[in-house]
């Protein structure tokens, strides 16, 4: 017996052993954890803001009126439908610079952004006349009349500001495709933070300023994306970087390099705005069963919201290493990035859903402090449901985050348009139509149907990874030759070191 006991405590060792060595080389290796999360945290604390900026103002909202916080989620998200697709288009400059840096062809790297600036644009002037289509589109949604009016007004006053968020999305390529993302979340945490400010003063009218209510909060969304763009433009023409990488001087309109990013890039902001359009639809047939049925949807979201937005920032960050290990002809480490980014976001995921199923009331504490007591059980009771059908399909979610950002890093971007359309529509809106078209159907029906959607897409994504038919794919021209000597070897980390600016 104790030689027995011997035998199983030197296994025990061995296999304690064999463990430490696996998560000391998953954490100091070329594509590792530490190299993920130091390329990530900034983005992380960066799309974290933006979590902040919509929490904070759901919570004024949600202070000021049931009204004014039902109004806010439709006419937001039906606004970031419409800018959706240019700013998922223009962003996906962050690729071709990813690449373009692996690939050591520094030159192409401000062109890059030239082009997406470009589009930007000419994209701010396209979503114009969205604005004057408000009303409408909003009478077709069927809610409460005073909800559309807030609706209407709160999108429309998006739209027309739009521009601001879909520069800062093309012009912060720069700094994120060379692994430069502290630059990027100072910008937009300090422009969250007069967000966050002139949410208060001028929803409920502080200071001085008019009580302006949902219109207030709008003001003050488009007046912080303004300063972030103006930022961000900054940053690039003036920096100590924009005269090393020849900013000024690749300014020139190039047709070829233009075409490319709209080959590779429509797909990529036509899989964005389809994916925020399957979500607005949801929102607004979930509407017609009631304004206490949206309500809940909403602070459902928002919690959500809270959690899953920063995990976007590992999605960017594994953009941004699939396309740096695929510019150096390295597939090994761009799937080995991708696999690392998979186990830190599900780890992070799954925590978090055990506490929405454990202590869901905690999370809606914030929503419910300010607001009318009466008003806000009938929300609180159903949000609580909800959060448990979020609870699971937030670990898909983590699969849908990681493995769609590795293929559009790579340039596989028509397979992920057509694949999130097809599912989107095909199992989540249409049932959710039938569901909720006359108003009398079940919310909880709706909510399945929408977790079985993104549970089905984690699969496919997961699918078209493993196949690897991404690992020959690039945005970028054939390099012909070795790489440029005056730039690290290949096996360098290529996240750069940040300068003061």
């Known amino acids: 017996m104790q030689h027995t006991d011997e035998v199983v405590i030197r296994l025990n060792g061995r296999a304690s052993g064999a463990l430490a060595s696996y998560w000391r080389d998953r954490w100091h290796s070329p594509s590792g954890y530490r190299e ?34 039902a109004a806010s989620l439709p006419g937001g998200a039906l ?69 559309q009016a807030l609706e209407s007004q709160y999108f429309r006053i998006l739209i027309l500001g739009g521009g601001f968020s879909i520069l800062s999305s093309a012009v912060s390529a720069f700094f ?23 949410d ?15 219109a207030g909060a709008a003001y003050a969304t488009v007046i912080s994306q303004g300063i972030a763009a103006s930022w961000f433009m900054g940053l690039f023409l003036f920096s100590r970087e924009s005269r090393t990488f020849g900013v000024w001087r690749a300014r020139a309109f190039d047709r070829e390099l233009f075409a490319r990013m709209l080959r590779f890039g429509t797909p990529s902001g036509l899989h964005f705005m389809l994916d925020i359009l399957a979500w607005s639809l949801f929102i607004l047939l979930v509407g017609r069963l009631g304004t206490e049925e949206l309500g809940a949807t909403n602070l459902a979201f928002q919690v959500n919201g809270i ?19 695929l510019g150096e002809n390295r597939p090994d480490l761009a799937a080995r990035a991708t696999w690392s980014a998979f186990h830190l976001t599900f780890g992070y995921m799954t925590f978090f859903a055990v506490l929405y199923v454990v202590v869901p009331a905690v999370f809606l504490l914030p929503f419910g402090a ?36 590795a293929l559009k890093g790579a340039g596989d971007t028509l397979f992920v348009m057509i694949v999130s359309a ?4 095909g199992v989540m809106v249409a049932p959710t139509w039938v569901i909720c078209h006359d108003g009398t159907g079940s919310i909880w029906a ?7 959607f993104i549970s089905i897409l984690a699969f496919f994504f997961l699918w078209r990874f493993l196949q690897g038919k991404w690992r020959g794919m690039r945005v970028t021209e054939a390099v012909h030759g070795p790489l440029n000597p005056t730039y690290p070897a290949p096996d360098t980390p290529l996240v750069d070191v940040e300068v003061s600016t």
């Open 36 to 69: 993920v999360l130091v390329l990530a945290w900034p983005l992380v604390l960066s799309t974290g803001s933006h979590t902040v900026q919509q929490f904070v103002n759901r919570v004024f909202l949600s202070w000021y009126s049931p009204e004014a916080l």
């Open 79 to 147: 606004s970031f439908t419409v800018l959706c697709f240019f700013i998922g288009t223009a962003s996906y400059a962050n690729t071709f610079v990813a690449q373009y840096h692996g690939a050591r062809q520094h030159d192409r790297i401000a062109s890059s952004v030239w082009q997406a600036i470009y589009l930007s644009l000419v994209a701010s002037v396209i979503i114009l006349p969205f604005a004057f289509l408000s009303g409408p589109l909003f009478r077709l949604a069927g809610h409460e009349v005073e909800v």
């Open 176 to 198: 994120t495709g060379r692994g430069l993302t502290a630059t990027v979340m100072k910008v937009n945490v300090s422009a969250t933070v007069v967000n966050c400010v002139l």
């Open 200 to 214: 208060y003063l001028l929803i409920f009218g502080k200071l001085g300023l008019p009580n302006m209510g949902i």
């Open 307 to 325: 959690i899953f937005l920063p995990m976007i920032g590992f999605s960017i960050a594994t953009a941004t290493l699939v396309g740096q290990r």
């Open 370 to 405: 300010k607001a009318d007591p009466a008003k806000f059980a009938p929300l609180q009771e159903m949000a609580v449901v909800m959060m448990r059908f979020v609870a699971l399909y937030s670990l898909f979610d983590s699969a849908n985050l990681i493995f769609s950002a």
């Open 422 to 425: 097809t599912l989107s529509l």
């Open 446 to 452: 709706a909510w399945t149907a929408l977790t079985v």
